[in-house]
Nanobody
Framework: QVPLVESGGGLIQAGGSLRLSCAAS????????MGWFRQAPGKEREFVAC????????YYADSVKGRFTISRDNAKNTVYLEMNSLKPEDTAVYYC?????????????????WGQGTQVTVSS
């Protein structure tokens, strides 16, 4: 089991930057691919970015490509989401999640464990 705790959310003006962190407990963090998802009010949870176990490959939703960067530090059991050039439409609760599936995983249903979420609000 890999309990996950997100942090770093907040209120930010459009064009600003935030870095989200997701800390995992347990000794098997490096065995999991990690993903970030978000859910805006009244909308379904959507894929944002993911990173493979070895950090060799990352993948992004088109809506955040070029603005967001996912990374991980397996020594610290932490995955990050650097968000730049934020837009009001990025406003959502952001969740990190883990999966034992190999490679790039974008489907919500394939992730096993989820954090509680952190709110990101971008004002115009």
């Amino acid at each position: 089991q890999v309990p996950l705790v997100e942090s770093g959310g907040g209120l930010i003006q459009a064009g600003g930057s935030l870095r989200l962190s997701c800390a995992a407990s347990g000794r098997t963090f490096s065995s999991y691919a990690m993903g970030w998802f978000r859910q805006a009010p009244g909308k379904e949870r959507e894929f944002v970015a993911c990173i493979t176990r070895s950090s060799g490959t990352t993948y992004y939703a088109d809506s955040v490509k070029g603005r967001f960067t996912i990374s991980r530090d397996n020594a610290k059991n932490t995955v990050y989401l650097e968000m730049n050039s934020l837009k009001p439409e990025d406003t959502a609760v952001y969740y990190c999640a883990s999966t034992r599936m190999p490679g790039i995983v974008v489907r919500t249903s394939l992730y096993d464990y989820w954090g509680q979420g952190t709110q990101v609000t971008v004002s115009s």
